[in-house]
């Protein structure tokens, strides 16, 4: 098992889509609109779409003070998300993509408000089991987990020692999910089938948002564009010592996983 890292957007922009599906949501609405208790009135008017496409501007939440200095003290979403709302946009939103990783935990937010239910058993219920990943769970940085890669670093005298397991272990939207291999290529095959989502709301989410030709965001997923009109959809993400990739054709049907 590896943890996913930047993978887990992929699993939190397909829970979205398929609330948008359902008639639940609109990527046009704001967060204010799901999330009331946001008090921050540049937050409060960003587009889900916005957050998607990481053309939002909000601040990566690993680089915040307030985060690094308490991150002992997050143990839920709502946790993380009053440590966002108190900072300020970092660009006028829609001017630019950048990513941070602030962008997903509001959209766990918003998955867990709108279905009823924690973002953990949601992705268990519509998007782990009828995806084909039986065994993929979250998990806290914190918990044991049987079979689970360790990632390593060095040390002052080039002495391997393993990397802290914190970064990239929280179960809220941006990191947390651990899986296989082979249980992502199931995946992949499922979502291109339909299985998961009708092929109009995929097409949306493997639109790119910046230039293709040089790999851009969609929504959840990055995208390369190719001079025959093929592209790869791919996701990828890691910390010293470890690291995930996964892209496949929509066209071509292939899908490659590398962790």
């Known amino acids: 098992q590896f943890n996913m890292f930047g993978i887990t957007e992929s699993f939190t922009a397909l829970g979205i889509m398929q609330l948008v599906q359902q008639g639940k949501i609109n990527l046009d609405?704001?967060?204010?609109?799901?999330?009331?208790?946001?008090?921050n009135p540049q937050i409060k008017k960003l587009t889900l779409e916005q957050l998607l496409s990481h053309s939002s501007g909000l601040t990566d939440y690993y680089k915040l003070p307030n985060y690094v200095g308490n991150f002992l003290t997050v143990t839920s979403i709502s946790d993380l998300t009053k440590i966002i709302d108190k900072e300020p946009l970092q660009f006028e939103p829609g001017s630019m993509v950048q990513r941070s990783p602030s962008n997903y935990v509001i959209l766990a937010a918003i998955i867990e408000k709108i279905s009823g239910q924690s973002y953990s058993n949601y992705l268990k219920q519509y998007i782990f089991t009828p995806g084909g990943l039986n065994n993929a769970a979250l998990y806290y940085w914190y918990e044991s987990v049987s079979n689970k890669a360790v990632g390593y670093t060095f040390d002052d005298n080039n002495k391997p020692i393993t990397n802290a397991a914190f970064w990239g272990a929280y179960p809220f939207g941006a990191d947390g999910v651990y899986c296989n291999a082979e249980e992502l290529v199931a995946f992949l095959k499922n979502l291109s089938d339909g299985k998961l989502l009708s092929n109009t709301y995929l097409d949306k989410m493997f639109t790119a948002y910046t230039d293709p030709d040089v790999g851009?965001?969609?929504?959840?997923?990055?995208?390369?564009?190719?001079?025959?009109s093929s592209k790869v959809i791919y996701q990828s993400g890691g910390v010293q010592g470890l690291s995930t990739f996964i892209s496949y054709s929509p066209v071509q049907k292939y899908a490659v996983v590398v962790l």
């Open 29 to 39: 609405a704001t967060v204010g609109t799901y999330l009331p208790q946001f008090t």
């Open 216 to 228: 851009g965001y969609g929504l959840g997923w990055k995208i390369k564009q190719y001079a025959d």
